[in-house]
Nanobody, 121 residues
Framework: VQLVESGGGLVQAGASLRLSCAAS????????MGWFRQAPGKEREFVVA????????YYADSVKGRFTISRDNAKITVYLQMNSLKPEDTAVYYC???????????????WGQGTQVTVSS
């Protein structure tokens, strides 16, 4: 069972990036999915989550209005569109999946290896 993130990189403040998280098994299409991030010297923090159907989402206040999560269950892939990036968004971004419900994503059962996002000022 794998989650593989991609799409990270180095961008300037104000730019956009789209992260992808591809799951290795079709069963993930029925899982809640989410994104977390961890900046250097800080604890991992929740960013956003999406229900298995895509019908429900919830965001951390720090990214509301700038980040958008979506999913394509046919491709068993989740996306994180990040706009108006700020230097404080710099972190390793992790994809997570949980079979239980949307809110248990914070103690997710499955995690990816992470992708680095660096935003320069």
């Amino acid at each position: 069972v794998q989650l593989v993130e991609s799409g990270g990189g180095l961008v300037q403040a104000g730019a956009s990036l789209r992260l992808s998280c591809a799951a290795s098994e079709r069963t993930f299409s029925s899982y809640s999915m989410g994104w977390f991030r961890q900046a250097p010297g800080k604890e991992r923090e929740f960013v956003v989550a999406i229900s298995w159907s895509g019908g429900s989402t919830y965001y951390a206040d720090s990214v509301k209005g700038r980040f958008t999560i979506s999913r394509d269950n046919a491709k068993i892939t989740v996306y994180l569109q990040m706009n108006s990036l700020k230097p404080e968004d710099t972190a390793v971004y992790y994809c997570a999946a949980d079979a239980r419900n949307l809110h248990t994503i914070k103690v997710a059962q499955y995690w990816g290896q992470g992708t680095q996002v660096t935003v320069s000022s």
